[in-house]
């Protein structure tokens, strides 16, 4: 019988998301409650996008959370290279034999055939598509072409009559039209593999048997599915887990809900309970019972048991489970993850510099810089009172600066300062404008220590979270005001 091998494929684009945790949760308690492996390979063939910290973060995450795999780029492995950046080869070799046996094609449309073309489409109501202009050329024209060294992409044919039937272990055979498909391309002008031929390719040669992902890829899945065809390779078992959402029922987003892992931890979370609760995320015990290990979801689990309707990340309800938590360890446990979340020398080293100067005793460290050891600030909607500024203008500079932050990826005092410089500037407003909202958004006070240092320490996820808060308390940003804020942001450099 072939082991179980099951893997989770993040693309390290951004903060650690906990639907990447969520979605390694399950595929490492089933590849587990199987005597199974379960591997960590990074999909990062974005190469704009792509960055090695984000990377790094996604290890630190989900080994934060208790989530270990066996093989990977940091931990080695039989099957490696474990980032497909590193695989470039591999994919050339297998592209060349899609194309060798007539199932993919070479295709020299420029962008601006393919912009008219999508138009055009667009304007007759029709699906954008390839038309499948290039599959006409003759293989000496292919030849002629590449030989003068002309750009190029290489496309998939596509059946455009029947249905595909994607088998799904847990919606059992869903059908989707072939004619949805267009000739997708799966090696870029860069020479690069698209996520479609890279993933199949990789997944087939590192064993992969069964892919838990998430159900935003089930409408491609005929694409991979006609892929592991065209190569003639045994197409892994398939499951589409179900999306995690809003309390709203819209898809989990960041504007709505913090998303990235390292929020959780920054927010005094315990990885545990975090964890349990990913777990519970469209899934149950047996017994319905809310609190439990990982080791015994691993003991308990059943993929069956996963239900289809939209899981709620609730920060309510994880806070009512980490509570449950907290309150179970012994005393002596609960203060040793008091200190290890910010009582730590580490922490503290980074503030100590801060304080140092204001203070005439210890004791008034904590009125002046408690802020730095909460999450969520009691807010008082009078401090943002502004003498020049409007309230609606007050909101849109806190919201420009927070959506410069979001996009910030280096987070240091210079990169902050210039991401509100830059907003100030572009408002034709002074920086000293803005500091006193800043202020109050970060440390709740009028006055504290300097609130781009402690923007700093407070790290990205918190720092945003008190700004996002603010915003809301000022009565939020209107869809209207969105819309055109967002193109005030684009015009600023
Ligand atoms: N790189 C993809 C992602 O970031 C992997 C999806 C899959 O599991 O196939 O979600």
Redesign the pocket.
């Known amino acids: 019988m072939t082991t179980v091998r099951t893997r989770i494929?993040?693309?390290p684009t951004g903060d650690p998301h906990v639907g990447t945790a969520y979605i390694a949760l399950f595929n490492l308690c089933f590849a587990r409650q199987h005597g199974g492996e379960f591997i960590l390979r990074i999909?990062d063939t974005d190469q704009v996008r792509s960055t090695r910290e984000s990377e790094q973060q996604i290890y630190d995450a989900l080994r934060w959370l208790g989530i270990e795999w066996s093989e990977g780029p940091d931990v080695g492995g039989p099957h490696g290279p474990y980032r497909q950046s590193e695989r470039g080869p591999i994919y050339q070799k297998y592209n060349a034999e899609l194309v060798e046996k007539g199932h993919a094609f070479h295709c020299f449309c420029t962008t601006e055939r393919l912009d008219k073309l999508r138009a055009e489409q667009t304007d007759r109501k029709e699906t954008p598509r390839y038309d499948g202009l290039c599959m006409q050329l003759s293989k000496d024209q292919v030849q002629q072409r590449l030989a003068a060294g002309e750009p190029n992409v290489t496309r998939m044919k596509m059946p455009t009559e029947g249905v595909c039937v994607v088998p799904d272990m847990l919606r059992g055979e869903v059908e989707i039209p072939w004619d949805r498909m267009d000739m997708q391309v799966l090696m870029k002008t860069d020479g690069l593999p698209t996520?479609f031929l890279a993933?199949v390719v990789d997944d087939h040669l590192m064993g992969i048997t069964h892919?838990l992902?998430?159900e935003e890829?089930l409408p491609s899945a005929p694409k991979l599915i006609k892929l592991y065809e065209y190569f003639g390779w045994e197409q892994p078992q398939l499951c589409y887990m179900p999306l995690l959402r809003n309390p709203d029922k819209s898809k989990l987003s960041k504007r709505k809900n913090p998303t990235s892992i390292t929020f959780y931890e920054r927010m005094g979370f315990l990885p545990q309970a975090m964890l349990n609760y990913l777990g519970r995320m469209g899934w149950s015990m047996p017994d319905e019972r809310e609190k439990f290990s990982l080791d015994e979801m691993i003991e308990h689990f059943d993929i069956q048991r996963v239900s289809l309707g939209g899981p709620i990340f609730d920060l309510e309800k994880l806070s009512w489970l980490n509570g449950q938590w907290l309150r179970e360890l012994s005393v002596e446990a609960f203060a040793k993850e008091v200190q290890k979340w910010a009582l730590n020398p580490e922490y503290l080293m980074k503030i100590a510099p801060h304080v140092q100067g204001r203070v005439e005793t210890l004791s008034q460290i904590a009125p002046l810089a408690g802020f730095f050891f909460a999450g969520a600030l009691p807010l008082e909607a009078k401090l943002f009172e502004h003498k020049k500024l409007s309230p609606e203008q007050v909101r849109q500079v806190m919201q420009l600066i927070l959506w410069k932050l979001e996009a910030l990826r280096q987070w240091q005092k210079d990169q902050i300062t210039a991401c509100i410089q830059a907003v100030v500037e572009h408002l034709e407003l002074k920086l000293r404008d803005a500091m006193p909202l800043m202020f109050v958004a970060i440390s709740g006070q009028a006055s504290s220590v300097s609130v781009l240092d402690a923007m700093e320490i407070l790290g990205p996820d918190l720092t945003r979270f008190r700004l996002r808060q603010a915003i809301e308390l000022l009565g939020g940003v209107s869809k209207k005001e969105t819309k055109e804020w967002e193109k005030l942001l684009a015009a600023i450099a």
Do not use: F
């Open positions: 494929a993040p693309s999909e996520y993933n892919v992902r998430g890829w």
